[in-house]
């Protein structure tokens, strides 16, 4: 399916518009340019090398605000920019189905470690409250090498739930439920090498110390309330990514 004919921001001069007859660009451009004033979408405009060829055409986002909500093209299609709301809401969900996961996968391991921490906690809050002052708790070796692999199993449940959902349909059941997909900006249908990349991003820094990797997936997650045009977090910008409605 091919791009309709139309006027469309000039990816070389975004103030400007230049007419695409379905097949290309009109040559030579100067003379289709419109006036920056003439009427336009405030949609932004992501082409595709492959459906609009120009040696001016890339892959990213033309520059530009894309008002509320946003559009953009993919494969002859427009697709209308999913919301914040929507897209914190599925990561909720999904959390909540991850931490239903782990309840089931780390279960045993978590019995272990409460167990094998509780008589310290037990011991520094007999001390605290008979005056003896702050004491900070020391793990034992086992209970560290629990923490280690509950994490590890739990980084590795999150790979397995959320990379193979976005290459099946480009959702998990969160954002199924929201309405909502992830879809490349020079592939509608991710490959396996963009959703890893994706998830990588917020993944791994789990890994890190807690404190550390709250203040990264924070920072990650928020950058999308201020990016433009595509609203994209730091994961889609690493892998190239968009989140739109279905």
């Known amino acids: 399916m091919s791009i309709p004919a139309g006027w469309y921001p000039d990816p070389a001069e975004p103030e400007t518009q230049k007419f695409w007859d379905g097949e290309q660009w009109?040559?030579?451009?100067?003379?289709r340019t419109r006036p920056?004033?003439?009427?336009?979408?405030?949609?932004?405009?992501?082409p595709r090398v492959a459906d609009m060829p120009s040696p001016h055409i890339s892959s990213a986002a033309v520059p530009g605000d894309t008002g509320a909500p946003g559009e953009i093209f993919g494969n002859g299609q427009v697709f209308r920019l999913a919301s914040h709301g929507s897209r914190l809401a599925a990561r909720m969900l999904d959390i909540g189905v991850l931490f239903l996961l782990n309840l089931l996968v780390n279960g045993?391991?978590?019995i272990q470690l409460i167990d094998e921490i509780a008589p310290t906690v037990a011991r520094v809050g007999r001390a605290s409250s008979n005056g003896g002052g702050f004491e900070l708790v020391e793990f034992s070796g086992r209970a560290e090498k629990l923490i280690l692999v509950i994490t590890v199993v739990s980084v590795a449940l999150w790979l397995a739930y959320e990379v193979p959902a976005l290459l099946q349909r480009g959702q998990t059941?969160?954002?199924?439920?929201?309405?909502i997909r992830v879809i490349g900006l020079?592939?509608?249908?991710l490959r396996l090498?963009?959703?890893l990349r994706r998830w990588a991003i917020m993944g791994l820094p789990t890994l890190f110390p807690l404190g550390c990797a709250l203040v990264w997936l924070a920072i990650d997650g928020a950058w999308c309330l201020k990016d433009r045009p595509a609203r994209q977090c730091l994961h889609d910008k690493a892998a190239s990514t968009v989140v739109v409605d279905v």
């Open 173 to 179: 059941l969160g954002k199924r439920v929201l309405g």
């Open 186 to 189: 020079n592939n509608n249908s």
């Open 36 to 46: 920056q004033d003439a009427p336009s979408s405030n949609a932004a405009v992501i």
């Open 26 to 31: 009109t040559d030579p451009p100067e003379s």
């Open 193 to 195: 090498a963009t959703a």
């Open 108 to 110: 045993w391991l978590l």
